[in-house]
């Protein structure tokens, strides 16, 4: 079904506090900055109105995908039909137990993950250095088990706070959830509303450190500040999918205004102008050179969503 302002404003209004944006553009809600528009972008401001929301397009059959940070996606250029939840509007983060060895946050999901890296490196709370500097959500990165310099989200998590499509709330503990390399299980219509993470206490000196030379090494080895949606494709096991493309020979093709980073070649950037057909075609083309050069197949590492 299709959804438009009338059916908004006839079955939600009074149900849901925050933004609502209608036939939104999806490239300005996502770090590549590509992706035609959604039907409904909605940033509820509470848990209640997630909750709220989500009950009742189930109920009415409406399709709806959940969005962090929109940082490791791609949306198609025929956008989204149906209602993007975007969880960035509720974001706070409490620190609920500290002993002297370890310390307990709480967090909402829309919480920017730096935050929570930063407050670790201030406090001297040990676990999430290496994922100093990749963008988003906490949310996301929970779903996607974001990972860097020896760090993933899955090894900090205790619990997650999950709002299943009928409205009903589950507390998960992570060895519950099927974590593995970039993947948590959590997905579908399920939504990550917070979670409980455990961190290790360490002398802050050492921590803001590790977080430092972690920075600096991503810094030197990846475009940070290209717009990009991270590494394209997943490493296979025992290899690196950078180093596989940049043996291809593919760094700095281009299609179109997407080009294969000169300085890490798992990252395609979009140089201004670019589209999702021509991100899809470099994808294409750098799996086609892969695996003619050493017969490895490369697997998408970025999520895909939206009308073909
Ligand atoms: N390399 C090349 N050419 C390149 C890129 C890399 O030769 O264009 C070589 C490097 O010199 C190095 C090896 O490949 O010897 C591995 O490279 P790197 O240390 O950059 O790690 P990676 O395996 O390419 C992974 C994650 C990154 C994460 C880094 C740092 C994946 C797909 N990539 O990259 O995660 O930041 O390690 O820990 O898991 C992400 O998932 O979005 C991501 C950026």
């Known amino acids: 079904m299709r959804f438009s302002r009338e059916d908004w404003e006839k079955n939600f209004a009074g149900y849901y506090k925050g933004k609502v944006e209608f036939n939104a553009p999806m490239r300005g809600h996502t770090s590549l900055a590509i992706g035609g528009p959604a039907d409904i972008v909605v940033s509820p401001e509470d848990p209640v109105s997630v909750k709220n929301i989500v009950m009742l397009l189930s109920r009415l059959n409406v399709r709806f995908v959940a969005l962090g940070g929109g940082t490791n996606i791609l949306v198609t250029d025929r956008g989204i039909e149906g209602v993007v939840v ?37 406090r001297g709370y040990t676990g999430m250095e290496g994922l100093t500097g990749i963008p988003g959500t906490v949310g996301g990165a929970i779903c996607g088990n974001a990972g860097s310099c020896g760090s993933e989200m899955k090894d900090v998590l205790a619990s997650v ?13 992570v060895e519950d ?26 002398d802050t000196d050492a921590v803001t450190l ?14 940070v500040s290209g717009r990009s949606a991270g590494c394209v494709f997943k490493n296979p096991a025992g290899m690196s999918a950078g180093r596989l493309i940049d043996e291809a020979g593919c760094k700095s093709m281009r299609i179109g205004d997407i080009e294969v980073s000169g300085i ?28 003619e050069r ?15």
């Open 264 to 291: 890490h070649a798992n990252f395609f950037v979009n140089l201004g102008k670019g589209t999702a057909a021509d991100y899809l075609a470099l994808m294409d083309a750098v799996s086609a050179r892969v695996k």
């Open 177 to 202: 959830l099927d974590f593995g390399y970039r993947k948590s299980g959590v997905g579908g219509t399920d939504i990550v509303l917070s979670a409980n993470i455990t961190l290790r206490r360490d």
């Open 161 to 173: 706070v999950l709002l299943h499509s009928d409205g009903t709330l589950d507390r998960v503990g």
């Open 86 to 122: 975007k969880l960035g509007a509720f974001s706070r983060v409490e620190i609920i137990n500290e002993e002297d060895a370890r310390a307990e946050l709480f967090v909402e999901a829309g919480a920017m993950l730096q935050k929570i890296v930063n407050l670790c490196r201030d």
């Open 294 to 308: 050493s017969g490895v197949i490369l697997e998408p590492e970025i999520r895909i969503i939206g009308k073909e």
């Open 210 to 223: 590790r977080t430092e030379n972690c920075f600096k090494q991503k810094k030197a080895a990846q475009p």
